[in-house]
């Protein structure tokens, strides 16, 4: 009995010491083991050579050390520097470790003066603005051009021939020469007009002397016949008349007591045909007191090229009436 519990205790201390070798065996062997145990990790791209036997080639590095990533963060943290680190991380520091800012310096000397600046009037900035206003107008009308080639290139005016007023193109004022006898009942055109001064007796119409015009007093355009009272419209369109015919009926009330029905009508009509075509009428009472009244037309009439107008006078009284020299007759066209 006792020599079996010994043979059990044998057997059991060698299977220890067996483990106990075996355990060192294998830590030395990793010892030696542990400085090469990394690879050179499996490149994917092989040559022909490796291609042709079937199996791919791991290649080993010459330099041992560089697989080891412990020595390779080793040797990248101690390597030598170039000095562009240093100074990138000195820029930091030195902001840091400037300190506090000293009170700013005195200020320094004043530079010499410069150069005068031009004199700018004001007929120098009207200048320049005509001059943009006038490559804006030629820049608008090359792009309308190039837009409709087809069309005309519209006019370009300087801005000292554009007027900032429109020119009336027809125009008359003129005066009656002499008196006008209106006998009762009857119906009568004023003729015989002038408008030059009082010392020149000739007709403008018939005379081909340069006559100067009374101060106010005005010929614009060739409409107008002096002679036998009639504006005839040398182009259609909107005319604008007015007359003052003074009136002595002196006469009539020394005669003839006055009636009701007893009056005057001044017509400036159209073509003389007062009653077919829209005439300016004025009617009048001769109860005025004073020896001279005066009656005012005035109005606008529509033109046709070629149609002439004229003042009429219709007494209607039972004594006949005088027409002063001096009665105005005035017109203008309008427009179209």
């Known amino acids: ?88 991380r000195c820029k930091g520091k030195d902001k840091k470790l400037r300190g506090l800012v000293g009170p700013p310096g005195p200020p320094g000397p004043q530079g010499p003066p410069g150069a005068p600046g031009a004199e700018v009037t004001r007929e120098v900035l009207l200048q320049e603005f005509k001059e943009i206003l006038k490559e804006a107008i030629e820049r608008r009308a090359s792009l309308a051009i190039s837009a409709h080639p087809s069309q005309l290139p519209p006019l370009l005016l300087s801005l000292e021939e554009v007027s900032p007023h429109r020119r009336v193109e ?56 002096l002679a036998t009272g009639r504006f005839t419209a040398p182009v259609s369109g909107i005319y604008q008349f007015s007359a ?48 001279i009244f005066t009656i005012y037309v005035h109005g606008l009439l529509q033109l046709q090229a070629g149609q002439y107008t004229s003042i009429f006078v219709d007494n209607s009284a039972g004594a006949p009436i005088t027409i002063q020299n001096g009665s105005d007759f005035m017109g203008m066209l309008m427009g179209a």
């Open 244 to 291: 003052n015919v003074h009136i002595d009926h002196s006469e009539l009330k020394s005669k003839v007591q006055l009636r009701a029905r007893d009056n005057v009508r001044v017509l400036i009509c159209i073509e003389s045909l007062c009653h077919r075509y829209t005439s300016l009428e004025v009617i009048a009472g001769l109860e005025s007191n004073s020896k």
């Open 1 to 88: 009995m006792k020599g079996c519990t010994w043979v059990f205790v044998a057997t059991l201390l060698c299977q220890q010491f067996c483990l106990f070798r075996v355990m060192a065996a294998k830590r030395e062997r990793k010892m030696k083991k542990e400085p090469n145990q990394y690879t050179e990790p499996f490149n994917a791209t092989l040559s022909n050579s490796e291609e042709l036997h079937g199996h791919p080639k791991i290649l080993e590095s010459p330099d041992p050390r560089i697989t080891d990533p412990r020595r390779t963060w080793i040797s990248f943290v101690h390597r030598p520097d170039d000095g562009n680190t240093s100074k990138r």
């Open 170 to 225: 027809e125009a008359f004022h003129c005066k009656l020469k002499g008196q006008v006898v209106v006998d009762k009942k009857t119906l009568v055109e004023l003729q015989n007009f002038q408008s030059v001064r009082g010392d020149y007796r000739l007709n403008l119409c018939s005379s081909t002397t340069a006559i100067p015009l009374a101060k106010g007093a005005f010929l614009r355009g060739t409409g107008l016949n």
